[in-house]
């Protein structure tokens, strides 16, 4: 199965053959076929051949599968070539070429290390040449933004644009669980095995996260094949995480284990039977292993990656060749033992993603306990820069987590690069490791380090000082980069991955590039019009050239991008203001403008849209809490996602909720022990979960209107909800789905709160300027006026209970005296209404979040009288803060779930000095988004005048 694009969504799939039977009978020309590394396209373009000369008829196509990496230049005389090796003479090929037609099935175009279109370097475009259909099959991870220029089909003349009415494209889907579960019955049979079909299911859908690692057909036979010895390693497989690297691991076990098994009870000559003693006293699994790890070295070193070796013992004797394909009796018996094909003369791994692991050997060998592996692990320094290579990086970011050795040693990779010069690739590769792996560097001295190159995107660096640092090319893409120290730092060629934005006074109605693209204009609405000279982004003042796409702009703040040639999405833009009103490219197709109200954005097409689209959707988190032993945060979105934070690393696990229907949901709770969701939905009921089990529970209906408040007594036993129906409700969880009504009041019912004791509860009211205290116990109703113009909309109980911080409309926070029954102090807060007001255990702080990108802090001050100092305002938000919760352990953490789709937690400590408090960052997920939000880049050389806009624009100091 396969989808159209890799915009597409992954439930829009089609049966692939018959795409390509279209594809075949149209008048299209190129097919790209492209998927993940080991989904299947080598498997699928066999396929293809067979069946296309199953059903072959005199004067058909003649069908043609071509091995990219088996072909010396591929780029030239193609067909030619592939002709000559299947012995067909000079006249016959002549012939061939006036008077048939081909369909060439090109497969491994990424595998042959191409870059250029292979339909128009061997003049498939041009008349008299061969007449051609091609399909070509390449990995997803090889490509960059603008992919479709490699394969479209190019017109004669050069002045016209490329073809893309000629050019087609199909993404090879996962397998699906029920494809699993077949491949699964068809392996078992293949031969004779000690376990049964259940047994191998039963583990898949136990490990978590293995049945998605397994959608993947290549890493499914790996797993298969691993899994008996995975299973006597381990013992609890709800408790174990399988990785990529971890299913190469054991399935390179078990392949070395059957090829010394074959070995031991082969007729071995005399000869080959002295040295197979001689392997096994040197270990044979560590020398099979070595074999594979330097071949896959020299391949990289000697061939550039071309994983296909050619060895013609006459010719290659003498050449590194040798080492590994040579008569040498010990050569042959690693050879014939390694997970190696032969064709004829040529070699290669059996999967190309097998050369990457072993390459990724060479840099980082795991320790194992077998007997006869060799028990060290070991980080080299490779001379070869690994950002142009995402397998290779995945497979060592999949070794830092279960072995922080192996995380340390590359941190001290990235320390010794301050001195040694011959380390500065290495600490480039090092630290690109570390980010992708997901480490955090917050409040980390980097400083002086040197990794020139680096690809940093995605990572977060809170605090983090890189003062004197050689960051010569590094990519920051969707960096946190909040409160870094970046002074006297080398930036030359550094990239962000967005550009500044333009600021002008009035609302902006259009813009448009000029032609040469050197100019930018903007129309106001107040019938002015600006221009901006587009090197500086200075006022006097790239739809791209090849009519790609078509950029559209919405009212969700977004700009998309769609494909011409299929009408598909290729990327979306996520926008944090307005909603945008224009949006145009550059004439060369680099830049893209976006207009709101009162902004112009611009973005750098390489760099920030190939990243964009891969990431998960987000949605607004409402509510965040911590577990009763807090050593976990759960946290709900709009979009019906629970999830599982670990509050020491921040990393998540969904919970499945086993929905029917996704409802809209308008308000939500978590229960005090964490094992209960409400939800408020939008038929007016309550909707109640199990989450250990994601089972439905009972569905509450009493409300007449929407829900906008939900709030669990502390014992979880009573769940307290206001509605617009102007009622607040008290549910008894224990004994009954009846509600006893609270209160009617005389305007919308919008929020309650419990106090700590469960007693009390508070509630209010929709421009109520009345606080309302309901006691469960003696079920009187006592109301206390006093915010006088003031609209209450949020509660928060001290944790004595003894007072009640109220937030209102009016962008204040009231403290009301419980026992004196009047008010205490009035703060001015935000900017806006408040959203959530939240005390920390200790009673010592107080954390609020408004209408405003920001949560502020205040610190209760000593003495009698009631008083509050403000300590900081929390930035790096991109959307409102809705909610905050406090650690009760640990009484200076607190988590953050914001409109943005993030969840985050924090940390107060003292500055060093104990003179003040600063807010670090603990975790958080990617938001895709460059958060800079007081980068220090005093006397830092090398940074572009538009990067340093764009710094300042997001908040970092401007002292460059």
């Not at 197979?276 to 070595?290: E, K, T």
């Not at 830092?400 to 010794?416: A, C, G, M, Y």
Request: hydrophobic share 40%.
């Amino acid at each position: 199965m396969a989808k159209a694009n890799l915009q597409a969504r992954d439930d829009a799939l089609f049966p692939l053959l018959e795409k390509v039977e279209e594809f075949l009978t149209s008048e299209r020309r190129v097919m790209l076929v492209l998927g993940d590394s080991g989904i299947g396209k080598s498997t699928f373009s066999r396929h293809l051949e067979r069946q296309l000369w199953t059903g072959y008829k005199q004067g058909d196509p003649i069908p043609l599968y071509i091995n990219l990496p088996f072909v010396d230049n591929p780029a030239h005389e193609l067909v030619e070539k592939v002709l000559y090796y299947h012995n067909f003479l000079n006249n016959q090929i002549l012939e061939m070429k006036q008077h048939r037609h081909f369909i060439l099935i090109c497969d491994g175009y990424d595998e042959s290390q191409l870059k250029v279109n292979i339909h128009t370097t061997n003049l498939f475009n041009q008349p008299g040449q061969w007449k051609v259909k091609v399909i070509i099959s390449c990995r997803t991870q090889y490509l960059e933004l603008d992919y479709h220029s490699r394969f479209q089909p190019q017109p004669v003349d050069r002045c016209q644009s490329a073809r893309p009415d000629l050019f087609q494209e199909a993404v090879l889907a996962p397998f699906s669980k029920a494809q699993i579960d077949d491949y699964v019955s068809r392996y078992i049979p293949l031969e004779s095995r000690s376990w049964i079909k259940e047994a191998y299911m039963r583990i898949l859908a136990t490990v978590p996260n293995l049945m998605d690692l397994v959608s993947n057909p290549f890493l499914l036979t790996l797993a298969l094949e691993a899994m008996p010895i995975i299973a006597d390693r381990e013992h609890n497989f709800s408790a174990v995480k399988i990785t990529r690297v971890e299913l190469y691991d054991a399935f390179v076990v078990y392949w070395l284990g059957v090829n010394k098994r074959r070995l031991e009870s082969n007729a071995l000559s005399s000869g080959d039977r002295r040295v197979f003693d001689q392997l096994l006293d040197a270990g044979f699994y560590s020398m099979g292993l070595g074999y594979s790890t330097r071949l896959a070295m020299a391949i990289f070193e000697r061939q550039g990656g071309n994983a296909v070796v050619q060895y013609i013992h006459t010719h290659d004797s003498g050449t590194w060749k040798e080492e590994f394909f040579g008569l040498d009796p010990e050569v042959r018996l690693l050879q014939e033992s390694s997970p190696l094909t032969r064709s004829g003369s040529r070699f290669q791994f059996l999967h190309r993603s097998m050369f990457e692991y072993f390459f990724s050997r060479t840099i980082y060998t795991p320790a194992r306990s077998d007997a006869d592996l060799d028990s060290d692990g070991d980080i080299g320094s490779p001379a070869f820069q690994l950002t142009d290579e995402p397998s290779i990086l995945q497979f060592l970011s999949d070794r830092v987590k279960p072995d922080p050795d192996f995380e340390q040693q590359l941190r001290s990779v990235i320390d010794q690069s301050k001195t040694d010069p011959a380390a500065i690739i290495g600490a480039a590769n090092a630290i690109t490791i570390l980010v992708k792996a997901g480490a955090l560097f917050h409040g980390v001295d980097l400083q002086g380090i040197k990794v020139p190159g680096a690809d940093l995107s995605d990572g977060q660096f809170d605090f983090a000082v890189f003062r004197g640092a050689d960051l010569t090319g590094v990519n920051f893409a969707r960096s946190w980069l909040r409160q870094v120290d970046m002074s006297m730092a080398l930036l030359e060629g550094v990239r962000f991955g967005e550009l500044p934005y333009l600021e002008v006074e009035g609302y902006i109605k259009d813009c448009a590039y000029s032609p040469d693209g050197k100019m930018l204009a903007m129309a106001l609405v107040q019938a002015i019009v600006e221009i901006y000279d587009t090197t500086s982004w200075t006022r006097e003042l790239p739809s791209p050239p090849t009519g790609q796409w078509i950029a559209s702009s919405s009212e969700d703040g977004t700009v998309r991008l769609w494909d011409v040639s299929t009408g598909t999405q290729d990327s979306i833009l996520p926008g944090r203001d307005d909603q945008v009103c224009s949006v145009t490219f550059s004439p060369d197709g680099t830049q893209i403008a976006s207009a709101t109200f009162l902004k112009v954005r611009l973005w750098e097409v390489s760099s920030s849209l190939s990243n964009v689209e891969s990431q998960s959707p987000l949605d607004l988190a409402w509510k965040v809490t911590y577990s009763s032993d807090c050593r976990t945060v759960l946290s709900a979105d709009g979009r019906g996602t629970v999830q599982k934070w670990d509050v020491k690393s921040g990393a998540s696990d969904s919970i499945s909720i086993q929905r029917l229907y996704l409802q809209s949901i308008r308000t939500r709770a978590f229960s005090p022990d964490g094992n209960q969701l409400a939800e408020g939905v939008e038929d007016f009921s309550i909707l109640l979960w199990d989450l250990p089990s994601g089972a439905p529970g009972p569905i509450l209906k009493e409300h007449t209107d929407r829900l906008y408040s939900l709030s669990y007594s502390p014992c979880g036993h009573r769940l307290a909800s206001a509605s617009w129906d102007r009622s607040v409700r008290l549910w008894d969880l224990r004994e009954t789905e009846q509600s006893f009504l609270v209160a009617e009041l005389d305007r919308s019912a919008e929020s309650v709160a419990f106090s700590p004791s469960g007693r009390g509860l508070a509630l209010g009211s929709f421009g109520g300027t009345t606080v309302n205290v309901f006691d469960i116990q003696s079920r009187t109703l006592t109301s206390f006026k006093g915010l006088t113009g003031q609209s209450n909309t949020v509660f928060a109980y001290s944790p004595h209970g003894q007072q009640l911080a109220i937030g209102t409309i009016e962008k204040s926070i009231h403290f009301w005296d419980l026992q004196s029954n009047k008010p205490n102090i009035v703060l001015k807060a935000h900017y806006g209404p408040i959203f959530c007001i939240a005390y920390s255990s200790c009673a010592q702080w107080i954390a609020s979040c408004g209408s405003s990108d920001t949560v502020q802090l205040r610190h209760r001050q000593p003495g009698e009288a009631e008083s509050w100092s403000f300590v900081t305002s929390v930035r790096g938000f991109f959307a409102d803060v809705l909610d905050i919760a406090w650690n009760t352990v640990v009484p200076t953490e607190f988590i953050t779930g914001c409109a943005d789709g993030s969840v985050r937690a924090w940390r107060i400590s003292n500055d060093g000095d104990g003179e003040g408090f600063v807010v670090k960052f603990l975790w958080g997920p990617k938001l895709s988004i460059l958060c800079a939000d007081g980068l220090a880049l005093k006397d830092a050389t090398g940074l572009s005048p538009i990067y340093q806009k764009l710094l300042v624009q997001r908040g970092a100091i401007e002292d460059v």
